[in-house]
């Protein structure tokens, strides 16, 4: 689709490069998800930062104490480089942003671009299906209303999910 919101998430290191443009970057945050990312890719992007001081803190979800403590700790200066399955990342950039940090302080880096699992929020009852192995555009029954939902091109960075809506809401009366 030419109008989506959905995030067009780098795979490359490129991003990490280009936090650091035109800014004195005095630490850098690494937030893995432990799951996706691995030992050498870890060790790729430590090397990438360096010398700057690092923090790598891994994460499972954005409510994790370590990131708590981060966002405590952070001051001007920081950047932070969320690495992971694109729900992961989704989910800290969020919390991220809420805590205070901006997005262009932020490089995300997906290990797997397209994944199968994505949470997805209902237009109807304001439910958030977590872990829905479904593809953009798909079907799927809410976990709070069980109607069933269309996956829409749409991703709301606020609630860190795809919207989904009524699968026949343009049929209906």
């Known amino acids: 689709m030419r109008s989506t919101s959905v995030p067009r998430w780098r795979s490359e290191y490129q991003a990490v490069d280009d936090l650091a443009a035109g800014a004195r970057v005095t630490c850098y945050a690494l937030l893995v998800s432990d ?7 870890l060790s790729e992007l430590s090397e990438r930062v360096a010398p700057v001081p690092t923090r790598t803190v891994t ?35 969020s919390r991220l942003i809420s805590g205070g940090a901006l ?21 109807h009852c304001h439910t958030t299906s977590s872990k829905v192995p479904v593809a953009v555009g798909g079907t799927t029954p809410c976990a709070g209303c069980s109607e069933e939902l269309t996956v829409y091109y749409h991703f709301s960075r606020r609630h860190s ?10 049929e209906l009366p």
């Open 35 to 41: 799951s996706s990312v691995s030992a050498r890719a």
């Open 59 to 93: 994460v499972d979800n954005a409510e994790g104490s370590g990131l708590a403590d981060l966002l405590r700790e952070a001051r001007i200066g920081w950047r932070f480089v969320v690495a992971g399955s694109e729900r992961t990342v989704a989910a800290v950039r």
């Open 103 to 123: 997005p262009a302080e932020i490089a995300a880096v997906i290990g797997a671009p397209d994944a199968p699992v994505r949470d997805v929020f209902c237009a």
């Open 161 to 170: 999910a795809y919207l989904g809506y009524r699968a026949d809401a343009e």
